[in-house]
């Protein structure tokens, strides 16, 4: 008797009540069984998510069938691929493990990537093989990760999470401040360090904008993917022009904040702040950005300029509480924001 085989499907299923009892019954209609369901897409704007089933189909089933019931519950199917056993193993479960691993062996990490992923390596210089592939850094090193079908925002910033584990394993030492770095008190009484960022410090910038949330990243990089491009990251650690300033831990193991101040002609210089939402109304931001107009004026830049989105006022409240008196013309559907340097005074 020919086995049941194991699919792989993944549907957008809208946000309203009953949606998921309908999708169960159009699979159920085919004879087919959902043994699990987990979300792996971030919420789209009309509360939508990208839903991963592993389903059992019976050999007397057609997958073609399968995907034509789902779709005539008007529910987007995506993706119907195979799968193997061994994807039954509960997800938080294989997690713990694999982070214990890390743990255990730093080194492991793009084992423990590929794991998670469901993904394998591959060799970061070849030739792209048929399906699709993605490049995490670990370190200085390169990951490259291959499977069949798309990877998801949701699943990259998990394996963004491990990276960062394993980041922060292999830097055991307490982190020694340099004589530069700035031991920040913030309005809480919590601690961070202020200090320039390190060509080794993508992980810790990779990893905090994982976990901010999308408003977040929308505000500062104007989109709200988890997951930061390769040329943006590598712009942020080794620009030769600009400076970028992280605010890390006490510890040094986790970064909570990013500035970054870049040419933008003559006597200007742009400025970009990101602040992880745990971290945020506690002062972090007044002071990164009160750090990037000392930083300006050192430079003979002698006024700043920013972009946002129209309707992100929050800025323009962040920049006059670091002591900045800006102005913003509206240009499209965008905010040009300018303020002089000499203007920079100590507000509380």
Do not use: Y
């Not at 193997?84 to 214990?100: I, V």
């Not at 998801?152 to 394996?159: P, V």
């Not at 904040?257 to 400025?271: F, K, M, T, V």
């Not at 962040?318 to 920079?344: F, H």
């Amino acid at each position: 008797m020919e086995p049941v085989a194991l699919w792989r499907m993944h549907v957008e299923l809208e946000d309203r009540p009953g949606r998921l009892g309908e999708l169960a019954m159009a699979i159920g209609s085919c004879g087919c069984n959902i043994v699990s369901l987990h979300v792996v897409g971030e919420p789209a704007g009309d509360g939508a998510v990208t839903d991963e089933l592993l389903v059992k189909v019976p050999p007397t089933a057609d997958p073609a069938a399968l995907i034509e019931a789902v779709r005539l519950a008007g529910i987007p199917c995506t993706l119907l691929v195979r799968a193997d056993a061994t994807e039954l193993s509960d997800a938080a479960t294989t997690a713990l493990a694999l982070a214990r691993m890390v743990a255990a062996d730093p080194a492991s990490a793009p084992r423990a990537v590929a794991t998670m992923l469901r993904a394998r390596l591959v060799d970061p210089d070849a030739t792209d093989p048929p399906g699709h592939t993605h490049t995490l850094r670990v370190g200085s090193q390169r990951l490259r990760l291959f499977r069949a079908w798309p990877f998801t925002a949701t699943e990259l910033s998990r394996a963004a999470a491990l990276i960062e584990l394993a980041a922060q394993l292999e830097m055991r030492a307490p982190a020694r401040p340099s004589d530069s770095d700035t031991v920040l008190l913030l309005r809480d009484g919590s601690q961070v360090r202020l200090r320039d960022v390190e060509p080794s410090d993508g992980p810790l910038v990779a990893a905090l904008h994982a976990r901010c949330s999308p408003e977040a990243r929308r505000s500062r990089f104007l989109s709200p993917t988890p997951h930061l491009p390769e040329e943006q990251l590598r712009a942020l650690l080794g620009s030769d022009h600009g400076r970028t300033v992280l605010a890390v831990t006490v510890d040094g193991g986790s970064a909570v904040g990013l500035a970054n101040l870049d040419p933008a002609g003559p006597a200007r210089a742009g400025i970009a702040v990101l602040v992880e939402d745990a971290w945020q109304g506690r002062g972090l931001g007044t002071a990164l950005l009160r750090r990037l107009a000392d930083m300006a004026a050192e430079h003979g830049a002698d006024e700043l300029i920013g972009t946002a989105r129209a309707e992100d006022v929050g800025i323009t409240r962040l920049l006059r509480r670091a002591g900045l008196r800006p102005s913003a013309e509206l240009l499209g559907d965008m905010l040009q924001l300018r303020a002089p340097t000499s203007t920079a005074t100590l507000v509380g």
